[in-house]
């Protein structure tokens, strides 16, 4: 198994797990997400902020290995973790109060969890077919 097709199955699985969490359980979800983002940033986020970092730059690494389009779409995919873990590292507060309006609207909240899972399904069976 590649580092692709492995990163794609786990990602994905990841992600279609969280929409199933959302659609079964919401109002769970929602408050797990008020628990872990307190008014004073906790001080795992830039340590996760540095695991997103390191995974982004190894995948690359990687994706110049071997050039390929599914390696490509994998790639573009961790690359958008970045966009989630910089406003939460360096603007923590702007993005706590993004975060939380988010979990304050309900169809938004779903919507936004739903979409991601589509694209983990994606994901997941890139990595299991191709």
Known sequence: MTYFKFLSIVLGSW?????A????????????IVELYPEVRPRWI??????????????????VKFVNTENFVVTLVVSL?????????FFY??????LMALVAEPLAFR???????????????MGIFF
């Open 15 to 19: 992600m279609v797990l969280g929409g």
């Open 21 to 32: 969490w959302a659609a079964f359980s919401l109002e769970s979800l929602r408050r797990l």
């Open 46 to 63: 830039p340590v996760v902020g540095a695991a997103v970092l390191a995974l982004v730059l190894w995948t690359w690494v990687e994706f």
């Open 81 to 89: 973790g970045l966009a989630k873990v910089v406003p939460l590292v």
């Open 93 to 98: 507060k702007k993005s706590r109060e993004f």
């Open 111 to 125: 919507v936004v969890v739903l979409s991601s899972a589509a694209v983990g399904f994606a994901l997941l069976m």
